[in-house]
């Protein structure tokens, strides 16, 4: 296993997912439910199979599409999606 691509991957999401609706959606079903593990086998099987289809998709997509147009693409999106959560449209 490469340790620097694991360990650049996962400080990324780590603070990317901190405080984000995903972790304020577990804090609500916890405090609704009174079921932290299930509430947190739940997110864990989410966020597994959600990470899977990006890591399939990159590994597909790489074949086709250079990585720097990949990087440009996934910006262009997540700048988007922010600019329409800026003016309340998603």
Known sequence: ?????????????????LGDKTQLAVIAMTAQTRKPLGVFWGA???LALATLLGV????????????DVLRKAAATIFM????????GKF
Do not use: P
């Open 1 to 17: 296993m490469d340790w620097r691509v694991f360990l650049t991957t996962f400080g990324i999401l780590f603070m990317a997912e």
């Open 56 to 67: 399939a998709f990159g590994h597909l997509a790489h074949q086709w599409v250079r990585v």
């Open 44 to 46: 864990v099987a989410a």
């Open 80 to 87: 988007v999606l922010g600019v329409l959560m800026f003016f």
